[in-house]
């Protein structure tokens, strides 16, 4: 018996900066619902779609499966809303998923490498790119310092700062996840404990 390929698609979003997020997310999702709404020219069946991407990929992977349709996260980029973009399963590489862990993450593995744990949370990561908090004395570090501050603009990157995380959008309906993990030397490296935080 002969296996028969299943259709892929490569799906395009923007990247931070700029925008911030969530736009990328809207992005991804509004591909998805694209996807959908023209399955049958396509030759796609929506009842069976998955998805998968690695880094900022891995990461939209994971906020779709997390969300999976979700009609409170689902954005209105691209149309197509009469579809949602949920997925049967998905495969998140070395995805970041968690934005209020992820310096702690990266503390744990390089504890005595401050250069590495500022690519993390630091002012000039990619994290505060997504959240449009970019410069000096910003960045998702300094948005842990002021967890509890009721400045609203501290309210607000908090509020970004959760709605940006995957881990805060599980539920019982989430996607099935596959994560997969390594470390290697790049420029940014995504913790391993990121993923865990996921699972």
């Known amino acids: 018996v002969r296996a028969r390929a299943a259709p892929a698609a490569s799906i395009a979003h923007r990247l931070p900066p700029p ?22 020219e396509l030759g796609l069946d929506p009842s069976r779609f998955a998805v998968l991407g690695g880094s900022m990929g891995g990461h939209l992977t994971s906020m779709i499966a997390a969300c ?3 009609r409170a996260d689902e954005g209105d980029i691209g149309g197509n809303t009469e579809f949602d973009s949920s997925v049967k399963a998905a495969c998140a590489s070395f995805a970041f998923t968690d934005f209020f862990g992820m310096g702690d993450d990266c503390a744990a593995v390089w504890p005595l490498q401050a250069d590495r744990i500022a690519r993390c949370d630091g002012p000039y990561a990619p994290l505060a790119s997504m959240l449009d908090y970019v410069g000096p004395g910003k960045g998702m570090a300094d948005v842990k310092l002021h967890l509890h501050d009721p400045d609203p603009k501290y309210v607000a990157l908090r509020e970004k700062a959760r709605d940006a995380s995957p ?14 993990h390594g470390i290697y030397e790049c420029g940014i490296q995504v913790p391993m404990g990121q993923s865990l935080r996921f699972f």
């Open 19 to 40: 925008p911030p997020g969530p736009a990328c997310g809207w992005d991804a999702k509004g591909c998805f619902r694209y996807l959908k709404a023209h399955a049958a």
């Open 68 to 70: 999976n349709g979700s």
């Open 167 to 180: 881990i805060c959008h599980v539920t019982a309906k989430s996607a099935p996840t596959v994560l997969v």
